[in-house]
């Protein structure tokens, strides 16, 4: 199948970025599927075709060849720079960061033995049974879970539905990373079962930590409790809120799994919490604000930044002369300019000087591609509060 597209979209094809919407394509099918992009006949790309959808063409490979061949030599080139995959294992690895890895719409964790698979394109619905073939041959797993469950998915006019591929999966699936094991959740925790993109960041903390040695910490949006467990080797006593006791309970599970028995499990709105220490006169020397996404379209960003700006003024109240503060963005619509400004405002606004220890992002298996803007998603920031 063939797509022949306008000039300003081959334009974009040209400058890195593999998006095509619909006001640029000038003909194509009307069947969804993998497509040879093209313009005035010429071939430029392979890419995913939805016709139904405004973003309709994802670019994956402008290496002329075989549709369906470049998208699993894609998925073959991904794994490989993971390798030594027996390396990641224990503590789980993204293998495929969807077009971060030039594999638009399809997301692959692995979590020991175990693979979770997302598949948010139309496009690649049919090919699922050869993408689970390859990673069968690829990786050996014990069994391949199909989490296709995102909301993307709607949008794609695909239905939703969380099944076994191949093998079988368990409920709960140990890592271990760092000191700390915890539990991911393929069946219904949140993305695949576990946030892999904060790792890296999670063990630069707890190096933090270990030389700071705060005598209380905080971690807000805690979820698992990942950042608290790695944090309470190193404090005197650690709380870890969220608003979800399902979420909180798994925390507790993956503390006496892990040995530690220093963080306290508060089950509240973060908001509301935060406000109520602040009127309490309650300090802090270490505090982490790792909360869901507030802006998950771009018209919610002047409201998101509110609530950021929020979140981060009361953390900023509540940390002791010399604290630490690591707060975390993962919403793609507010850029990292938007996330530092952010911080400057509430920093303004409490009256306190902090310095920028460093600026960091999601993890190495989560690839940013500078074309892509997309990618580069999530924010994070070490503040030390300045006496």
Known sequence: MTVEVSKRGAARLFSGHPWI?????????????????????????????????????????????????????????????????????????????????????????????????????????????????????????????????????????????????????????????????????????QKTGAFLDQRDNRLYAAALAARKKPQRALDVFSYHGLFALHISRHAGEVIAVDSSRLALDQAEENARRSGISNIRFVEANAFDLLRSLEKAREGFDLIVLDPPSFARKKHDLPKAFRAYKEINLRAMKLLRPGGLLFSASCSHHLSEAHFEAMLREAAADVGRSFQLLTKRSQSWDHPIVLNVPETHYLKFAALEALT
Do not use: C
Request: a positive charge; aromatic letters at 6%; zero cysteines.
């Open 21 to 189: 919407y619909r006001s640029d394509v000038i003909r194509g099918p009307k069947e969804a599927g993998l497509v040879a992009i093209t313009h005035r006949g010429r071939f430029l790309a392979y890419g995913l075709y939805n016709p139904d959808s405004e973003l309709t063409l994802r670019a994956y490979s402008r290496k002329a060849g075989e549709a369906k061949a470049r998208l699993l030599e894609n998925l073959e080139a991904a794994i490989q720079r993971r390798e030594p995959l027996e390396a990641h294992r224990d503590g789980g690895v993204r293998l495929v960061h969807a077009e971060g890895d030039r594999l638009p719409g399809l997301i692959v964790d692995l979590y020991g033995d175990y693979v979770v698979m997302q598949v948010n394109a139309l496009a690649l619905e049919a090919l699922i049974p050869d993408l689970v073939q390859a990673l069968i041959r690829r990786l050996s797993p014990k069994g391949i879970l199909l989490r296709n469950d995102a909301r993307g998915r709607v949008l794609e006019g695909l239905p939703t539905y969380v099944r076994v591929a191949a093998g079988s999966v368990p409920e709960k699936i140990w890592l271990r990373e760092g000191a700390a094991q915890y539990a991911s959740l393929p069946y219904e925790g």
